[in-house]
């Protein structure tokens, strides 16, 4: 009880509003709400000695019952509730563990899995689902989570397979037997189904996209209103958005998290990332159009994309996601004032290795660079080693002088791009061309090379998704990189 009375926090100001005074008015209340809170109520905890914290945030007591030395299962609660050896919840964490009953919220790990899932498709997909099914009926409904597909707060884009994602990990089933206290070979079945898939259509891709998108010069656009009726109407329009958004990111196979006004972040599978982000910025536009021109500026959206393994943390997943939109907006964590925003900022995070981050404005067409890149590393006419080698290059080239540079790592790029031998015959005519117009020193080369090396990892998810195993062959004849 006393958690569940700590949890909220409310602040409210106000003040007397005068005729044709609403942007004064405004500001006077903005600042007030602020100060407001900056005075907060710092109530002390109201926590108990000798009871065990939770394992998600050590901040509030557990509300579990104390399990005995005898008792494996605390009354029953460690199954449904996916309980870990020892973990504890508080009201909070309680709360956000069973939000679904036993119809959860999609994990990272359906995300990744969506473009494996669409390419096998079929009645392939339908002895996998059988599979579970049985587990279920066997061992009880909770062993292989089912999600919410019917109602309109559902996730129905996922009813062709609604199920945990990690069922179709087969490196993740020793864990999901551990979660669901099954005992050894019960999951047997179900690593055999998969293993006939996965020498047709390769194993899944462990990597997904989370999305974090926010508008840009928002509170100026809002400073800029003169009446409680252009708020209302500029507020209904980003309500709106909200609701586009939920949409557009269900079209695109991903997970909403949130939508608020010009916030979002979502979970999105790796080969909708792109398309899911640009659908985002162009319908952002369509509806502030009318507000920007009143408030005589730009009003778009910035979107970071990061890629990521969904086995990291997921506070690590969703920092990786908002550096991605700071990066979107052209500016640090650290630095001040935005600039330039109207961005699209890409994070690469492979499990080793440090991260790979590209970024432009949107006019530059970043997102339609990389999805071709994809293809034609799918299409064999971009070799697989090629970043490598242009990084090599890069490296020769840093100290350069500036006028002659461009000459002389143009050429040498082109020379090694030559000595390439791309499998079936393809033509390397499309990275020859990226060369020559991107090409200026070794900043522009090594750029070209974490490109490239991105598209691959875009590359994979689209050829999962189209029930490709590997550049330029079917399902049934290679395996995933």
């Given at each position: 009880e ?15 509003h005068?005729?044709?005074?609403y942007?004064?008015?405004r500001a006077r209340?903005m600042?007030?709400l602020?100060g ?7 109530q ?15 901040l509030?007591e557990?509300?579990?019952?104390k399990?005995r030395?005898?008792?494996s299962?605390?009354?029953g609660?460690?199954?449904?509730l996916r ?5 504890q ?9 069973t939000a679904g009953?036993?119809?959860?919220y999609p994990?990272?790990a ?5 473009p494996?899932i ?8 339908r002895?996998l ?19 919410n ?6 996730h129905p884009?996922?009813?062709k397979?609604p199920?945990e994602g990690t069922t179709?990990?087969?490196s ?11 005992s ?13 898939l996965?020498k047709?259509a390769?194993e ?5 996209g ?12 809002l400073?800029?209103?003169k009446?409680a009726?252009e ?9 709106r958005?909200?609701?586009e ?7 695109h196979y991903g997970?909403l998290v949130y939508?608020g006004?010009?916030d979002?972040?979502?979970f ?14 162009d ?10 021109a009143?408030a005589?500026?730009d009003l778009t ?5 990061a890629i990521?393994?969904f086995m ?9 996601g908002r ?7 052209n ?6 004032e935005q ?8 994070h690469l995070?492979k499990?080793?290795?440090?991260p790979?981050?590209?970024?432009a404005?949107?006019s ?5 660079r990389?999805?071709?890149l994809?293809?034609?590393l799918?299409?064999s ?11 090599q290059i ?10 002659s540079?461009?000459?002389a790592i143009?050429?040498d790029?082109?020379?090694?791009i030559?000595a390439k031998r791309?499998?079936?015959g ?16 070794a ?6 090379g974490?490109?490239i090396?991105?598209?691959r990892q ?6 999962q998704a ?7 062959q079917?399902?049934a ?5």
């Open positions: 006393n958690q569940v009375d700590d949890v909220i926090e409310f602040y409210a100001a106000w003040v007397s005068r005729p044709d005074s942007s004064d008015d209340l600042r007030l602020a407001r809170k900056n005075c907060r109520d710092f002390p905890a109201k926590g108990c000695t000798g009871i065990p914290k939770s394992s998600l945030d050590g509030r557990s509300v579990l019952i399990a030395k005898d008792e299962d605390r009354s609660l460690r199954r449904p309980l870990g050896d020892g973990e919840l508080c009201a909070v964490g309680l709360v956000k563990r009953s036993n119809r959860p994990s990272v359906r995300v990744a899995a969506d494996w669409r390419g096998v498709g079929g009645e392939n997909l002895s689902i059988d599979e579970c099914e049985q587990i279920n009926r066997s061992n009880g409904p909770d062993v292989i989570h089912q999600l597909t019917s109602s309109d707060r559902g884009h996922y009813s397979f199920f179709v990990y087969r993740r089933h020793h864990e999901l037997r551990q979660e669901a206290m099954l050894e070979g019960t999951l047997g079945s179900l690593g055999d189904a998969l293993g006939r996965t047709q390769g899944p891709s462990p990597y997904l989370v999305l974090v998108a926010d508008g840009d010069h928002i509170g100026k656009a400073s800029s209103l009446s009726e708020h209302q109407q500029f507020s209904r329009r980003l309500s958005f909200a609701g958004a939920r949409r557009i990111v269900h079209d997970v939508s006004g010009d979002v972040l979502a999105v599978p790796v080969d909708q990332c792109l398309k899911c982000a640009r659908a985002l910025r319908k952002f536009g369509q509806l502030l159009q009318t507000q920007a009143r005589g500026t959206l910035s979107v970071g994309l990521a393994h990291e943390n997921l506070e690590d997943l969703l920092n990786y550096s991605a939109e700071k990066h979107a907006k500016r640090k964590p650290e630095d001040g600039q330039h925003r109207d961005g699209l900022a890409v995070h499990r080793g290795g440090g790979v981050r590209l970024r404005n949107w530059n067409d970043l997102d339609g990389l999805d071709e994809a293809r034609g799918n299409s006419t971009i070799p697989n080693r090629v970043a490598t080698d242009l990084h890069a490296r020769v080239y840093d100290d350069w002088p500036s006028d540079v461009e000459a143009r050429s790029a082109l020379r090694v030559a791309p499998r079936d393809g033509s390397l005519d499309q990275v020859r061309e990226l060369v020559r117009k991107q090409v200026k020193d900043v522009s080369l090594r750029r070209l974490d490109e090396l991105v598209s875009i590359a994979v998810a689209i050829r189209t029930g490709r195993a590997s550049n330029g079917t399902a004849e290679g395996v995933f990189e």
